[in-house]
């Protein structure tokens, strides 16, 4: 006798789709809650309002978010720095360029929309940086080398040759510099930032600048040792585990930032493996990722986090993970989903 449908569905564990009723939608909440009953990317991205809910909710979750792309010469740079404000996010690994982006706008400079009728010789002539469809002035990256001036060489002085890591230098420049920023709310918030890439963006080129300045003046330079944020990130996430508790990620984008706070699980295991060590075992328990990259193209922005699984990154499904994966522009769907989480009174 064939089994009925709902009988099957229920022994399957099938939840039912509805339709969306946009009128009876009040608030971004509403709606969100709505999509993820519905298909496609409506359903992933009300899916990711749920998981991160589930994250920021439990008592026992440190949240690691990473961030690469453009996202503050996007706009995004407040958003950043109402999720540490409201205390979602305990921990941001980013790249140097969107950090150094952030800066320009809390020092008060401004980007500007591009224009697609200008030829990029022209910019080029103005000293007008692009960016998609934003121009960073070259202006704006020089004032933030004349901020940024003065606090590498008072930490220069004061450290003595002792190496430092980008947590360091950063928890220093939002203590030190006007503004109000994403620096700023992590230093006050003692949220520590990491940039695992500093010499692939104008920050980094800044301190390379700091380097050979003090050189020139025979004077010690601030000395950069990535390995230090390497050590303080794994040590971070091996107190909340022994602790008993739990990770979570939000991943914007995908590049170097992601693939970094990831692999802390793989450099456990090989400590592990390589050094007879009993160290306690590190993965992922929740996941939201929002990122325009499909899976094919093969590379780290792509993969799943299924695909972590693999390599020891993430706690299974089966297991207790709670994972939501959203293939949408980030300036899209990030919004939606912050602005649905405070609607829930996060």
Known sequence: MKEPVEAAAKRLGLSPMKPLQIEAARTTSDLLAQMADTAFTGRTLGEAVEVAEAMIRDPDCKVVMTLSGAMTMAGMNLLIREMIDRGWVQCLVSTGALVGHGMVESLGLTHYKA?????????????????????????????LEQAVRGVFDELAERLAGSPVGTAQILRHLGESLPGVGVLQSAARADVPIFIPALTDSELGLDLAVHTARQQR????????????DLRAYRDLCLEVVSGNGKLGIFTIGGGVPRNWAQQVGPFIDVMNTRLEMDLPSIRFTYGVRICPDPVHYGHLSGCTYSEGVSWGKFVPRAEGGRYAEVLLDATVGWPLVARALIDRGL
């Open 115 to 143: 224009d697609p009728d200008l030829p990029d010789d022209e910019y080029f002539k103005l000293r007008l940086n692009r960016v998609y469809d934003t121009l960073e002035p070259e202006e704006n990256l020089n004032d």
């Open 217 to 228: 003046l025979g004077a010690a330079p601030l000395v950069y040792d990535a390995f230090i």
